[in-house]
């Protein structure tokens, strides 16, 4: 039909679909640039909650005890890697709150924005899945080329942290260009397999089968040699894991 691939731009629910993933890739690529790739995910890892937070206001989706229990589980996870301090009395070291990195407030919000689509998706039903996912790629396209645009402009005028240059003469540099196109082609084949199979299976299953990221997350930070968990950070992933996997289970009993 024509205008079929542009029809999702008139609809309300499938921009503001559009602008939660665009936000979600942003938050989430740059804090896995900066920060720790396990704790990124551990704490990106929360989405679980914040998605039945948003199913509550915009789908009237009541929680349930097992929510209320996750939910627990949940921030008792975050409190350890975010602000129990082992050295401390009291355990809890309002200067750890206080360093909180930009990257793990990135996570979080990365994680909620990821939530808040998912519920924006299964609120949408006027529009084929199909065009939810135009609108999931053009929102990540948009949000990135929109926030690069500022980025260039004020740092420009030296107002924002200096870039890393790309000078021409990488682009011969046979080790950037491997690394540069395995990223690329990586992360675009992820992208393809996560669209297509979200589109096949139910929720509660694709949600579980994505924890696998925090396996493979894992693996290759201890290959490339990435700082260690804590152990107490660890227990923190575990516990929010175990909260997510909850609100897996919660939601195939009720599918």
Same mark, same amino acid.
């Given at each position: 039909?024509?205008?079929f ?8 629910n ?78 809890v ?12 407030f990135?996570?979080i919000?990365?994680?909620m ?17 199909? @065009? ?5 790629f ?7 080329a929109?926030?690069? @645009? ?13 870039l ?16 540069f ?42 290959? @490339?040699?990435?700082s260690?968990?804590q ?25």
């Amino acid at each position: 039909k024509k205008n079929f691939f542009f029809s999702f731009l008139f609809s309300k629910n499938s921009l503001l679909i559009a602008l939660s993933y665009g936000i979600t890739n942003l938050a989430f690529n740059w804090a896995i640039a900066e920060g720790d790739v396990v704790r990124v995910v551990f704490l990106f890892y929360l989405m679980p909650i914040w998605a039945s937070i948003f199913a509550v206001i915009l789908i009237k989706e009541m929680p349930t005890f097992i929510s209320f229990i996750a939910i627990a589980i949940a921030i008792a996870g975050a409190f350890l890697i975010l602000i129990y301090d082992p050295s401390s009395v009291t355990f809890v070291s309002v200067d750890n709150f206080l360093s909180i990195g930009k990257e793990d407030f990135l996570a979080i919000i990365g994680g909620m924005f990821f939530g808040l689509g998912n519920v924006l998706i299964r609120k949408t039903t006027r529009i084929n899945s199909l @065009l939810k996912t135009l609108a999931i790629f053009f929102g990540t396209f948009l949000v990135a080329a929109v926030f690069l @645009l500022i980025n260039y402009v004020l740092n420009s005028t030296a107002k924002f942290a200096t870039l890393n240059t790309i000078k021409p003469e990488l682009f011969t540099d046979f080790k950037f260009l491997l690394i540069f196109f395995s990223f690329v082609i990586g992360l675009g084949l992820a992208n393809f397999l996560l669209q297509l199979g979200a589109s096949k299976l139910p929720v509660y299953i694709t949600s579980t089968l994505l924890m696998s990221e925090i396996l493979v997350a894992m693996i290759s930070s201890n290959m @490339l040699q990435d700082s260690p968990l804590q152990f107490y950070e660890f227990i923190g992933g575990i516990l929010i894991l175990v909260a997510a996997s909850l609100m897996i289970l919660n939601t195939a009993k009720k599918s």
